[in-house]
């Protein structure tokens, strides 16, 4: 799985990536409380039933979008990240931190050009490291394994510090932004949430042009 990472695209080939294989429990219990609390604080607290109810409004089952919402105001929903097997918790925590000084392979010369010039080099290692993670998920199916992406409990800066400290990632210089369990998956994958239509995707030539895909 990481070697099908590796072979993502990358500005430059910096490869401004890295992975923490989290195995360590106490770890996992750490990062997944962080997912649990700011999961209470986001859905529980700060955003409306409605707003929930609205958003889930694809699952049609009553008792399905009721057991979603509870999982989510409850912060039960990220339970499985601390890796209990009571709690189907799943085995592997991955990390994936970004080179945000952009040093990665350049030379020394290029250090800190990111700015100078205007270029925006730390986005670069955030849109490679993306790449690089959807790279890993696609390995981690064909391999036979469950996957989630996360990031929640790396939505806030104060988690970003928190966990970097605990991993010993040098941020701010490297800056964990995903998380990917992993493990068995118990079940069938279920389809998400429907998708848009490639005609509310796409445009033609100009913003707001209605783009109806290639005539036969
Ligand atoms: C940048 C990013 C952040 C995400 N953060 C979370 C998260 O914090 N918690 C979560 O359960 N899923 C998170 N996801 C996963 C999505 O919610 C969803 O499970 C994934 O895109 C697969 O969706 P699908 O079932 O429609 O294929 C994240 C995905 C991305 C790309």
Known sequence: MIEAGGYAPSAENQQPWRIIVVRDKKLQEFIGQRAVERTIELFGRATPREELERRLSYIKSKASLERTIDILIS???????????????????????VDQTHVGNSQATLRGTGGVYGWSSPRHAVIAGSMMMQNMTLAASALGLGSCISSVQ??????????????GIPYPHWVPILCL???????ERTLGPPRQQPEE???LNKWGEPFKGCKK
């Open 75 to 97: 912060g039960a929903r990220f339970e499985y990240i601390k890796g209990k097997a009571e709690t189907n918790g799943a085995p592997v925590l991955l990390v994936l931190a």
């Open 181 to 187: 369990t992993l493990g068995y998956a118990l079940n």
């Open 201 to 203: 995707i796409a445009f």
């Open 154 to 167: 790396l939505d806030h800066f104060d988690d970003v510090g928190a966990i970097s400290e605990k991993l």
